[in-house]
């Protein structure tokens, strides 16, 4: 098996610690996994700078896209009318899912090298009482483009709706006031920048709004309320990953000894100034404009005239220890590199020499 480090916007790159924790079974029931979980809670709580008296964790079994789908159908439900801002590919999935769970929605779709306008968002509310959700992503990893969900949040606080946050990609990297912001339920996944390993997403729930949730789930595993019921003492309503579970209990404990989330932040931006700086000096541009770039993943084009496919690319950088990811964008003919995850400054040297050697076999 060739082994080599993912530059990919999750899952990513993780410490052999974090591996070593998955070596143990764990019963479901037993007190101490449901202490476990229960930590785990109460931390994501800190790095979200919420009080448990305001705010609550939910954790749901599967990838983010179930946590996402848990959040919208569990708190819009049949009644509500959901405002998607959509900006990126993430932002669209939020419309496959309400269209297959019968949801009255809008979407308004913003270019995907553009982050939604507060005031695009102001003057449809007011054109539409109807509307109760607002959903929108932060970290949209379809560019790379990191989305300004405060300056959005105050617009829907000021209309009375409730706002929905996918901060797959950036929360634990990027600090964000939960609160502060307007967020009622935010969403994240064990895989993203705390840097466990797939297998559950959780969920920030303003305690207020999650009690309005009861009873308008459109999904029995999916429902955001009742699992929140069944978590009380710890305790998952269905078979939990525990392992995961395990392993991003110890992700957590190394990103607090690390200096918590405004050192992994630091580390994620220079990571990603460097990255940028190194490719330009080869001929690659980004795709964001460097005000709205965010620090997790970066699109690129491909030089004029280039010669090569991405696949000849990858396959050369993944011989020499890298994954990079494919482009995503439509319009144009792109790929991204991550840098989330273990990896540093010499992890990024090294990909540019690789750059070099692959730039020369072209020549």
């Given at each position: 098996m060739i082994h080599y480090k993912l530059l990919t916007p999750g899952p990513l790159t993780t410490t052999?610690?974090?591996?070593?924790?998955?070596?143990?079974?764990h019963c479901t029931w037993d007190d101490d996994y449901k202490?476990?979980?229960?930590?785990?809670?109460?931390?994501?709580?800190?790095?979200?700078?919420?009080?448990?008296?305001?705010?609550?964790?939910?954790?749901?079994?599967?990838?983010?896209?179930?946590?996402?789908?848990?959040?919208?159908?569990?708190?819009?439900?049949?009644?509500?009318?959901?405002?998607?801002?959509?900006?990126?590919?993430?932002?669209?999935?939020?419309?496959?899912?309400?269209?297959?769970?019968?949801l009255n929605y809008r979407i308004q779709n913003f270019p995907y090298y553009q982050v939604p306008d507060p005031a695009v968002v102001a003057q449809i509310l007011a054109e539409d009482p109807e509307i109760t959700h607002?959903?929108?992503?932060?970290?949209?990893?379809?560019?790379?483009?990191?989305?300004?969900?405060?300056?959005?949040?105050?617009?829907?606080?000021?209309?009375?709706?409730?706002?929905?946050?996918?901060?797959?990609s950036s929360f634990g990297g990027v600090d964000i006031p939960v609160a502060d912001w307007g967020i009622d339920f935010l969403i994240s996944s064990a895989n993203k920048c705390i840097q466990g390993v797939p297998g559950f997403s959780f969920i920030i729930c303003r305690l207020?709004?999650?009690?309005?949730?009861?009873?308008?789930?459109?999904?029995l595993s999916l429902d955001l309320y009742d699992?929140?019921?069944?978590?009380?003492?710890?305790?998952?309503?269905?078979?939990?990953?525990?392992?995961?579970?395990?392993?991003?209990?110890?992700?957590?404990?190394?990103m607090k000894e690390e200096g918590g989330v405004p050192a992994r932040c630091r580390k994620y931006e220079e990571n990603n100034k460097l990255l940028i700086s190194e490719m330009k000096k080869l001929?690659?541009?980004?795709?964001?404009?460097?005000?709205?770039?965010g620090p997790i993943i970066t699109t690129f084009f491909y030089p004029e005239n280039c010669g090569y496919t991405f696949k000849e690319m990858y396959e050369f950088i993944k011989e020499?220890?890298?994954?990079?990811?494919?482009?995503?964008?439509?319009?144009?003919?792109?790929?991204?590199?991550g840098n989330i995850g273990e990896i540093y400054p010499e992890d990024i040297y090294k990909l540019i020499d690789i750059y070099k050697e692959f730039l020369a076999t072209r020549e």
């Open positions: 052999d610690t974090v591996k070593q924790e998955m070596m143990v079974d202490q476990i979980t229960q930590k785990i809670r109460g931390e994501l709580l800190e790095f979200a700078h919420v009080s448990p008296k305001e705010y609550t964790v939910v954790l749901m079994q599967g990838s983010g896209t179930f946590g996402v789908e848990s959040a919208i159908t569990s708190s819009v439900g049949r009644d509500g009318k959901l405002l998607i801002l959509a900006n990126g590919a993430y932002g669209e999935r939020m419309e496959d899912i309400a269209k297959h769970a019968g607002v959903s929108m992503v932060h970290s949209e990893t379809t560019s790379g483009i990191l989305n300004d969900i405060e300056s959005v949040g105050k617009v829907v606080k000021a209309a009375g709706k409730v706002f929905i946050v996918d901060a797959m207020s709004e999650l009690e309005k949730c009861k009873g308008k789930a459109v999904s699992q929140w019921k069944g978590m009380y003492d710890g305790k998952w309503r269905f078979t939990s990953p525990t392992h995961v579970v395990l392993a991003f209990s110890k992700a957590i404990e190394e001929g690659f541009e980004t795709y964001i404009d460097e005000e709205h770039q020499r220890g890298y994954a990079i990811y494919p482009g995503k964008v439509t319009e144009a003919d792109t790929f991204r590199i």
